[in-house]
C-alpha cells in the first residue's frame, strides 16, 4: 500500500498564466470523480505518458479511465519547452559504452522513432500545434566543435546516419545571432511545438475515443488486493486491473521509494511580448530551436507569434517559484542583450524528474498490475509520448520495447529523505560551476 501526503501539483494553484495557456484554446473541463468505478485500466497523470498510454490502448474493447490530480497538461507536459528531439538525453558514445553496440542502436532508433510518432500523430489527428523543423545544439565553449564533428563522424560511419548538419565559429553566428557560441550542430530530424495545444489535441482524441477523464482528482493512496488495483481519490475508490503511473516529477509518495531514484527538478521559462518575424529571422535565422551546450541549458525557440520563449534555470530549493522573470531573464539577455528593451509578458515553471544516468525509469510492481514510466530527464517531450505507447503495447503484447528499458539498471539518489534534497542542490551548484568554468 502506497500513501501520499506531500502533492506537488498543488504549486501550480493560483498562478499567473503561462504563454502556452494564452495561446491554447480551452480543454473542456472534466468532472471530478465522485462515484465508486471499476475499468479495465486505470490512468494516473493526465500528461502526455497517461494520454498517450491511453490513445494507445483505446479501441481494444477495454475500459479506460485517466485520473488527474489537476487539469490535463497542467504537468510538465503543458509547460515544457517545446524541443522535441530525437536520440535519448545520453548520446550514442555513452549508450554504446554502457550497453554495447547493438542495445545502444535500439535506443538510437526509439529516439528517431519517438519523434516520428508524434509528427505521425500531428498529421494523424490534425492537430494545430505550431510545429516545426530543426533543433540547433549551439556550443558554448571553444572546445564544442570536436565533439560535434566526432558526433558527426561517428553516426555517419556506425549508423548511416546524416541529418547532421555542422556550423563553424563563423557560420553560427549567421544561424543564431549572439556572440556566445563557437560552433553548432543541427538535428534536422528534430522540431519544436507548443506543447499544450499537442496534449489537449491527443486529450480531446482521447475524449473521442470513449476514454474517461476525471480531472481535480487526485489519487491518495494505491492498494494491491491481488485480485485488482483498488485507488483510493478522496472518498471513492477505483478498482482496477491494470494500473499506469504517468505522474513522473509530480509522483511523490505515490510509489513509495520509487520516487528516490529520480530528483525532481523545477525548471522555468519566459516568453517575451511578439517581436515579429523580421526580428526574430534576424536572431535565429531558419526558426528552429536551439539548445546550448551546457550541463545547466539555455533553450529557447519562437512561439508561433514571434515571442521568444526562452528557458534554463533550475532553483536550487524545492520552493518553487511563481515570478521566474527576473532570474531567467538575466541567462536571455546574456544571449540576445538587444530583448532588454522588450516587455517580458509571460513567466512560468514546471517539474521534472532527473534519473542519475539521464534515462527514462520504466517498471512493474504488484505482480504486473501496476506500471510506470517516467523520469525523461528533460528529454521527455517525445520519449513520454513513446513511454506510454511502449507501456500499452507491453499491457496489449504488441512489442517488448518496453522490457528494454525495464532492464535498465538504475540507481537510488542517496541520503535518505533528510539529506536528499542538500544533495540536489549541490549538484545544482556544482554543475553551474562546471559550467562557469568550462567557459573561462
Ligand atoms: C520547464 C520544463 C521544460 C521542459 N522542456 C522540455 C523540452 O523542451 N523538451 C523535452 O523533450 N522535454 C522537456 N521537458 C520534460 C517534459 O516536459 C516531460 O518529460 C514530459 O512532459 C513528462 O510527461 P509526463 O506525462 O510523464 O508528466 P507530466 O506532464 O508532468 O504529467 C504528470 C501529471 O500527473 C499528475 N499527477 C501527479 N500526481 C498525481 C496523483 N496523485 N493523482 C493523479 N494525477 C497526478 C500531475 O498533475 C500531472 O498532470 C521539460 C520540463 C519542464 C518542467
Redo the contacts with the bound molecule.
Keep these: 500500500m502506497f500513501t501520499?501526503k506531500k502533492?506537488?501539483?498543488n504549486q501550480?494553484d493560483n498562478e499567473k498564466e503561462s504563454f502556452y495557456k494564452f495561446s491554447a484554446p480551452n480543454f473542456p473541463n472534466q468532472i471530478k470523480l465522485n462515484e465508486n468505478i471499476s475499468t479495465d485500466v486505470c490512468i494516473?497523470?493526465?500528461?502526455?505518458?497517461?494520454?498517450?498510454s491511453a490513445l494507445n490502448l483505446s479501441n481494444q474493447g477495454l475500459s479506460i479511465t485517466i485520473?488527474?490530480?489537476?487539469?490535463?497538461?497542467?504537468?510538465?507536459?503543458?509547460?515544457?519547452?517545446?524541443?522535441?528531439?530525437i536520440g535519448m538525453r545520453k548520446d550514442q558514445f555513452y549508450l554504446e559504452k554502457k550497453f554495447g553496440i547493438e542495445k545502444a542502436k535500439f535506443f538510437w532508433k526509439v529516439g528517431l522513432d519517438a519523434v516520428s510518432n508524434v509528427v505521425n500523430l500531428i498529421e494523424k489527428y490534425k492537430i494545430d500545434c505550431a510545429l516545426r523543423q530543426g533543433v540547433l545544439h549551439v556550443g558554448n565553449t571553444k572546445k564544442d566543435y570536436k565533439y560535434f564533428q566526432d558526433e558527426i563522424e561517428h553516426m555517419q560511419k556506425n549508423y548511416n546516419y546524416n541529418n547532421y548538419e555542422y556550423f563553424d565559429h563563423n557560420s553560427i553566428r549567421d544561424e543564431v545571432n549572439s556572440d556566445r557560441y563557437f560552433s553548432g550542430m543541427l538535428l534536422k530530424d528534430s522540431y519544436?511545438l507548443n506543447?499544450l495545444k499537442l496534449?489537449y489535441g491527443l486529450a480531446e482524441q482521447c475524449l473521442a475515443n470513449g476514454i474517461n477523464i476525471y480531472e481535480n482528482?487526485?489519487?491518495?493512496k494505491i492498494v494491491d488486493n491481488q485480485k485488482e488495483v483498488i485507488i483510493h481519490?478522496g472518498k471513492n475508490i477505483i478498482k482496477a486491473k491494470k494500473v499506469i503511473i504517468?505522474?513522473?516529477?509530480?509522483?511523490?509518495n505515490?510509489l513509495g521509494s520509487k520516487r528516490n531514484y529520480f530528483m525532481p527538478?523545477?525548471?522555468?521559462?519566459i516568453a517575451t511580448e511578439p517581436l515579429g518575424k523580421d526580428l526574430a529571422s534576424k536572431l535565429i535565422k531558419r526558426n528552429c530551436?536551439v539548445?546550448d551546450s551546457r550541463f545547466m541549458i539555455d533553450?529557447y525557440r519562437f512561439s508561433e507569434d514571434y515571442r521568444l520563449l526562452f528557458?534554463g534555470p533550475e532553483t536550487i530549493t524545492s520552493h518553487f517559484v511563481k515570478d521566474a522573470k527576473s532570474f531567467v531573464s538575466k541567462r536571455m539577455y546574456k544571449v540576445f542583450p538587444e530583448l532588454k528593451k522588450f516587455k517580458i509578458e509571460f513567466s512560468?515553471?514546471?517539474?521534472?524528474?532527473i534519473s542519475i544516468n539521464r534515462l527514462p525509469i520504466f517498471g512493474t510492481i504488484m505482480n504486473q498490475k501496476l506500471y510506470y514510466?517516467?523520469a525523461?530527464?528533460?528529454?521527455?517531450?517525445?520519449?513520454?509520448i513513446m513511454?506510454?505507447k511502449m507501456v500499452a503495447e507491453k499491457i496489449l503484447n504488441k512489442s517488448n520495447n518496453f522490457d528494454m528499458f525495464e532492464q535498465i539498471n538504475h540507481f537510488k539518489i542517496p541520503g535518505g529523505n533528510m539529506f536528499r534534497r542538500p544533495l540536489y542542490s549541490s549538484a545544482i551548484i556544482y554543475y553551474r560551476l562546471m559550467d562557469y568554468l568550462n567557459r573561462l
Design positions: 501520499t502533492r506537488t501539483f501550480h494516473i497523470g493526465g500528461g502526455l505518458t497517461g494520454i498517450s485520473l488527474e490530480a489537476n487539469k490535463v497538461g497542467s504537468g510538465a507536459s503543458g509547460r515544457n519547452g517545446g524541443q522535441l528531439g519544436h506543447p496534449t482528482s487526485p489519487a491518495d481519490s504517468g505522474c513522473n516529477g509530480y509522483l511523490d505515490l527538478i523545477n525548471n522555468y521559462i530551436g539548445i533553450y528557458g512560468w515553471g514546471g517539474t521534472l524528474a514510466a517516467h525523461y530527464s528533460g528529454h521527455g517531450l517525445a520519449m513520454s513511454g506510454g
